[in-house]
């Protein structure tokens, strides 16, 4: 079941640079902040960097919230969609993978132990 939208990812191909651009934007720090990743907080969602040099349009992902990541990548397989980032644990217990849909659109799911619901405003 998909719960909502929880994570936006920017690839870029300058992380320090990126993560300077968004700190002043955002006017705040990131609270996840590694050489492969940035998290930003942000309304209740997530704003991450992501340093593979693919930026440009086309280089943004939406994560969709779910309970189970496993279970949700074999349904969306089922229902025709094709694995683009296999699932893989990033730390932390948070869990992500991508699919293309059938119509070759890039469809992330996030499993986030740490991002709650009752937090959103």
């Not at 909502?4 to 968004?22: P, Q």
């Not at 002043?24 to 309304?43: A, C, K």
Request: hydrophobic share 40%; proline share 6%; net charge negative.
């Amino acid at each position: 079941m998909i719960q909502g939208l929880r994570t936006v990812i920017y690839h870029v191909s300058d992380l320090a640079k990126a993560k300077a651009w968004y700190t002043s934007v955002l006017e705040h720090e990131p609270y996840f902040d590694q050489p492969f990743y940035v998290g930003f907080s942000v309304g209740g969602f997530e704003l991450g960097l992501v340093p593979d040099g693919t930026s440009g349009p086309g280089g943004t992902v939406a994560y969709w919230g779910v309970a189970d990541a496993t279970a949700s990548i074999k349904r969306l397989e089922s229902l025709g969609a094709a694995v683009r980032e296999p699932l893989q644990d990033v730390g932390e217990g948070i869990r992500v993978a991508a699919v293309a849909d059938p119509f070759g659109n890039t469809f992330g799911v996030i499993q986030n132990p740490h991002f709650s619901v009752k937090n959103v405003r």
